[in-house]
């Protein structure tokens, strides 16, 4: 089975401090993505990356950057955490771009 | 720009009364739409993929089709354990990224 975990369930920040959310898969897939998921917004992708040091902005990527080093690892960083990036975050990952993406279970992030 | 709508945004059904969700799209060359499901709290989890119009694909109580401006997920018989939210996702053109609808909340009750 295809593992994708996220290193934390439940996190909380300040205004104004740097957020690391990490991501690992294990399964050798080429593309990742992070999502943040809002009541009545539904799923909105931020930055995807389809190789090592590859990125892609989404269709929200303001107050976010990503980093893919190594296969297996993508990180989403908020520069300066803001309330307004309270969210659940959701990493994914696809073997390629015709297969199906796998989720991790998700970081719920509270910034305060 | 791609489009996912899904409908109805909840629904309430009681065990073994079946029904149908709605996902309708607007993209410009579907390459697959996705259909998962996510408990609360949780991370989505893949449910099927649909590559053309006309295709078809069943598991336990769980039927999906496609036509080519939306899909249905067609629950059968549903029992409690079928309470979730479902999602679906297109793929449109060249680009990898999936496009998600904001889901069908649905509560099966005794």
């Known amino acids: 089975d295809v593992k994708v975990t996220q290193s934390s369930r439940y996190l909380v920040k300040r205004t104004g401090e740097k957020v690391f959310l990490e991501c690992v898969q294990d399964m050798d897939h080429e593309n990742m993505f992070w999502y943040r998921q809002d009541p009545g917004l539904g799923l909105r992708l931020i930055y995807f990356?389809?190789?090592?040091?590859?990125?892609e902005k989404g269709d929200i990527p303001e107050g976010y950057s990503v980093s893919r080093e190594k296969k297996e690892r993508f990180s989403l960083i908020l520069e300066s955490a803001s309330t307004n990036q309270t969210s659940m975050y959701l990493c994914a990952s696809r073997a390629h771009s015709h297969a199906e993406a796998f989720f991790g279970q998700g970081t719920r992030l509270t910034v305060v | 720009e791609d489009q996912v709508t899904q409908s109805p945004e909840a629904l309430r059904l009681q065990e073994g009364e079946s029904s149908s969700l709605n996902c309708s799209y607007t993209v410009s060359g579907l390459r697959g739409l996705f259909w998962y499901r996510q408990d609360p709290g949780k991370g989505p989890e893949f449910l099927f993929t649909l590559y053309s119009a006309g295709e078809e694909k069943e598991k336990e109580r769980l039927k999906a089709t496609l036509t080519k401006k939306e899909s249905f997920l067609h629950i059968t018989a549903p029992k409690p354990e079928d309470s979730a939210t479902y999602l679906c996702a297109v793929q449109a053109g060249t680009a990898s990224k999936l496009t998600f609808g904001t889901g069908t909340r649905l509560q099966v009750t005794l």
């Open positions: 990356s389809y190789d090592v040091k590859m990125k």
